[in-house]
């Protein structure tokens, strides 16, 4: 289904024939698709796996850690992984994992050499710089728009990792993305609701209540939704009691 097929069934909804209200109807699977996209459950569709992450050093190469840019669209890192940025260092041969870590805790961990012992009744907190040289990376720290490598890289290397990323708006006619192609129905419901509530419209709101929720016998374009991400992540898996992988 396209966005202009989208806005039609909306139409309908609202008032059987209804044209002028196209506009409204747009801006509304717009914010539905960003307020999706804001929720704690991301559909597969909105993965970028193995993605590339070239880290190139100054000239001369430093210690100093390196921020990179994150991807546009980035909103985060899948929910399975305990930091996954990686790169191959031979071929064939294992991925090597960037440990992901806090700010202050990369920070001292790279930049400071802690020594703690007890005297008596008090722990004493002993701490020396160290002396830092640019090498293979190690570890990582997902800031605000950056991600930032340490320690700071001896030459160019090409990471891998997998983020969510934002879909593509629905700006323009007969437009598709993921929403529309896996889960029309609950991007027309959730939108739907917001131009029926704005128009002051109880049976439209009604309605698109029906399609997310369902009736007896019918189930719900929510419902579908989650079931959808669910079947997706366990199909093919052994769930058998104290199966060994």
């Known amino acids: 289904m396209d966005r202009d097929t989208c806005v039609?069934?909306?139409?309908?909804?609202?008032?059987?024939?209804?044209?002028?209200?196209?506009?409204?109807?747009?801006?509304?699977?717009?914010?539905?698709?960003?307020?999706?996209?804001?929720?704690?459950?991301?559909?597969?569709?909105?993965?970028?796996?193995?993605?590339?992450?070239t880290i190139t050093p100054p000239v001369p190469a430093v210690a100093t850690p390196l921020e990179v840019a994150l991807p546009a669209g980035f909103i985060r890192e899948p929910d399975d992984d305990d930091g996954n940025l990686r790169w191959q260092q031979y071929v064939p041969g294992p991925q090597v994992f960037l440990t992901k870590m806090d700010y202050k805790e990369a920070e001292i961990f790279f930049f400071n050499q802690r020594q703690v012992w007890w005297e008596g009744n008090n722990i004493v907190v002993q701490t020396t710089p160290p002396n830092p040289s640019p090498g293979v990376p190690k570890a990582y720290v997902l800031r605000k728009s950056t991600i930032r490598i340490y320690p700071g890289p001896d030459k160019v290397y090409n990471l891998t990792w997998s983020y969510y990323a934002h879909d593509s708006s629905l700006v323009g006619g007969n437009v598709t993305n993921g929403w529309t192609t896996n889960a029309p129905w609950k991007l027309i419901g959730e939108a739907g609701i917001k131009v029926a509530h704005d128009i002051r419209n109880a049976d439209a709101y009604s309605a698109f209540q029906d399609i997310l929720e369902g009736k007896p016998g019918r189930q719900g374009a929510s419902a579908r939704y989650l079931s959808q991400l669910y079947e997706r992540e366990v199909a093919g898996r052994n769930h058998a009691m104290g199966a060994r992988l």
């Open 8 to 53: 039609s069934r909306m139409q309908d909804k609202l008032g059987f024939g209804r044209t002028d209200l196209t506009s409204r109807c747009i801006a509304a699977l717009q914010d539905t698709q960003d307020d999706l996209e804001s929720s704690g459950t991301l559909p597969f569709w909105l993965l970028q796996q193995d993605q590339t992450l």
